[in-house]
């Protein structure tokens, strides 16, 4: 078990995390209710209202308890999950700042915090603390941006910071204009972040899923699949329909790119839009891996059940 731990002993969190449909949202609610715990998500995409099906968002409801309005799923309270309209963009730093406040409110009554997701860079921000650039939007710079399709955004922050590029989903414009504002307002290269002498603000045991590449592909096929066949395809309609634009849909990038280009046209077929999508979910998981491999203080596991004795050592008085 590797725990990365404060100089002084701090709170003890939870991490679970590891590649797009790996099973990370089960776990942690199996560990919940296991360890007296409740679960922060930490999606990038799950934090939207209305992006359910689609970002694979835990089927919970929102229940009122007193004055306290808390989503639900399977007897375990989620924090930052369904909190901000689509159309808003939600940024690292807000997650960070909203993350340390739930953590701050769970601890506080007794409970376990676990942090679930595979969005790298919000778990290395609210786990390390890590001090995000505070480079206001620059509008001037933003308007000439949008004049450029995707390819030319990438090819330009390539030229600007090729290793920032790296990092990068090349799909993701959102994701390319920020970073490329970010090195044009400082006027030099992002810098690579370099977790292995950080030291974070609690205790933290993080266990990584990492299973079987053959398990890890069967899983994506009946994901993309079932994204086609399981109303997908009419979430992302129903959200067109009522003032979502298609740009918005093709900033948030992954899926929601291709099905707003098979809804826009008739030359893509259900079966192209499977395989597109299942050639996506691969390519994102191994750049969840490549993030994830940085940290060196990963407990991973192949099977969910070598969890529960990793997790029941960790959270143990004595250790």
């Not at 942090?115 to 000439?144: Q, W």
Request: aromatic fraction near 8%.
């Amino acid at each position: 078990m590797k725990v990365f731990k404060k100089t002084e002993q701090g709170p003890k969190i939870l991490v679970i995390l590891g590649p797009t449909c790996s099973g990370k949202s089960e776990l942690a609610v199996s560990l919940a209710k296991k360890f007296n715990g409740e679960v922060i998500s930490a999606d990038s995409r799950q934090v939207y209202r209305g992006l359910d099906k689609s970002s694979s968002k835990v089927p919970g409801k929102w229940v009122i308890s007193g004055v306290k309005r808390m989503f639900m799923y399977k007897g375990v309270r989620h924090h930052l999950v369904d909190i901000t309209p689509l159309r808003r963009r939600f940024t690292v730093q807000q997650f960070k700042k909203k993350g340390k406040k739930a953590i701050k409110n769970i601890l506080s009554r007794g409970k376990v915090p676990i942090i679930a997701g595979g969005t790298g860079f919000y778990l290395d921000a609210l786990v390390y603390d890590l001090d995000i650039p505070r480079v206001p939007p620059n509008r001037k710079l933003r308007k000439e941006l949008d004049n450029l399709s995707t390819d030319e955004l990438y090819n330009r922050l390539k030229g600007l910071d090729p290793k920032s590029a790296k990092r990068v989903d090349p799909n993701n414009r959102v994701r390319i204009i920020r970073a490329i504002e970010i090195v044009v307002m400082t006027g030099s290269p992002i810098p690579e972040i370099d977790l292995t002498g950080e030291e974070a603000p609690y205790e933290t045991l993080q266990i990584g899923i990492k299973l079987p590449e053959d398990e890890l592909k069967r899983r994506i096929h009946s994901v993309a699949k079932n994204r086609v066949n399981e109303g997908v395809v009419e979430e992302i309609t129903q959200l067109h329909n009522k003032g979502v634009s298609w740009d918005r849909f093709i900033e948030l990038g992954m899926e929601y790119r291709h099905i707003a280009r098979y809804l826009k046209s008739s030359d893509i077929t259900q079966d192209e839009l499977r395989k597109a999508l299942e050639n996506e979910f691969w390519q994102y998981s191994r750049r969840q891996m490549v993030w994830f491999r940085r940290a060196k203080n990963i407990t991973w596991i192949s099977d969910p059940s070598e969890a529960v004795p990793i997790v029941q050592d960790f959270l143990s008085p004595s250790a």
